[in-house]
């Protein structure tokens, strides 16, 4: 299969777009539904599950533009970096600088270092963020792309503005510390929903910014954050997604934030320890978050939705651990072919989601299009 030829498609159907589009949680970006929930979370909730979960794409009619999602402009970033590294080409370097531009005047104001949330209205299960409002996920890939930004571009800006993101996880966001176990990061500052993903990343975020500042705080933080998922990790090396009796489930892509998180954490310092759990947390994942025939499942007891950016993040956690697995790069490979096959449009751009019954074909910018360039793009970039 022609990998180049794909991910061509999609660099041209996204650049066509200019960046923009839909995302599946944007619903209350619509002024009727925004107004129909009466301000009640558990309302909107159910208006952002009725349009995730429909093939129909009702976003048109309910006055939902496509815009610029901050997650999806920091996760192209990263890839245009990852493109100029390669190719050296100079339309490359300036979609990389456009995209560094637009993140630095578009943070969240009001917190203690910059920062970013999403641009709709998010309830989820626990609570409400308004647009707008920072979360640690967000902040850490955007903070890391930043950083791929400054090794490229050696701005000086482009650094200050990750090291500044690292005040927002150290100082705006809530932690649970527990005694000689660790720390874990909140999802915003609004909540304390504790979940290991986000406390890996935000600890990611601190550990890269340490290794170029040696500022000991970021390094302690990052250590304490570690320390608290790997106590969480069940004995057979799963982790659940948070810390409540309600977020016990395990899925895939989460896993691999959290497997390719603490994997670049342990090799920037070295440290064994973490190296050792990481490798019996990627067996698991491997083992039981995949069906014989290699395909990924979405959580660990069920396989629908088969979802884009669960076949994303696999190739990308499968060519994160090519030094410890000989055979992750032929997995990787194999996933992509599937994704390609399977629910990229001849147009270029990929769907969503298949469930049991039908399929959204609906191209979500973000969790579709900027994950499935990032994974094609770093499958490309890898040695023949």
């Known amino acids: 299969?022609?990998?180049?030829?794909?991910?061509?498609?999609?660099?041209?159907?996204?650049?066509?777009?200019?960046?923009?589009g839909w995302d599946p949680f944007d619903a209350l970006n619509s002024p009727l539904l925004k107004s129909l929930t009466l301000n009640n979370r558990k309302i909107g909730l159910a208006w952002v599950?009725?349009?995730?979960?429909?093939?129909?794409?009702f976003r048109p009619l309910l006055g939902i533009e496509k815009d610029y999602n901050p997650k999806g402009m920091g996760l192209f970033l990263g890839t245009y970096l990852r493109k100029y590294d390669n190719s050296h080409l100079d339309s490359d370097l300036k979609r990389a600088q456009f995209f560094s531009t637009w993140l630095a005047q578009h943070r969240s104001s009001g917190y203690s270092g910059a920062c970013w949330g999403y641009n709709f209205d998010w309830p989820n299960r626990s609570f409400l963020a308004p647009a707008g409002v920072p979360t640690v996920v967000n902040t850490a890939f955007i903070g890391l792309a930043l950083l791929?930004?400054?090794?490229?571009?050696?701005?000086q800006a482009v650094l200050d503005l990750a090291r500044s993101s690292c005040d927002f996880v150290l100082q705006d966001l809530n932690r649970l510390t527990v005694d000689g176990v660790g720390t874990c990061l909140s999802y915003t500052p609004l909540d304390r929903r504790f979940v290991h993903n986000a406390n890996v990343l935000g600890a990611w975020l601190l550990a890269e910014v340490y290794a170029i500042t040696g500022e000991k705080d970021l390094l302690n933080t990052s250590i304490s954050c570690v320390k608290f998922t790997l106590h969480s990790q069940a004995g057979?090396?799963?982790?659940?997604y948070g810390t409540s009796f309600n977020d016990r489930w395990i899925d895939s892509f989460h896993t691999g934030y959290v497997l390719v998180g603490l994997n670049r954490i342990s090799r920037l310092f070295d440290l064994p320890e973490i190296g050792n759990e990481v490798k019996l947390g990627y067996q698991y994942w491997k083992k039981d978050?995949?069906?014989?025939?290699?395909?990924?499942k979405y959580y660990s007891n069920r396989v629908f939705p088969i979802d884009i950016h669960v076949i994303s993040q696999a190739i990308l956690t499968y060519l994160e651990f090519s030094?410890?697995?000989p055979a992750s790069k032929e997995r990787a490979i194999y996933l992509a072919k599937w994704g390609i096959e399977h629910f990229q449009h001849p147009d270029g751009h990929f769907y969503y989601q298949q469930n049991f019954a039908y399929t959204i074909r609906i191209p979500y910018i973000r969790w579709a299009q900027a994950w499935m360039q990032r994974a094609l793009t770093e499958l490309l970039s890898i040695p023949s």
């Open 1 to 20: 299969m022609d990998f180049h030829k794909s991910s061509q498609a999609l660099d041209a159907w996204i650049e066509g777009e200019s960046f923009r």
């Open 49 to 57: 599950q009725l349009l995730k979960h429909s093939p129909i794409n």
């Open 148 to 155: 791929d930004a400054y090794k490229i571009m050696k701005d």
């Open 236 to 240: 057979e090396g799963s982790w659940p």
């Open 289 to 296: 978050l995949f069906l014989e025939n290699g395909f990924p």
């Open 323 to 325: 030094a410890l697995d």
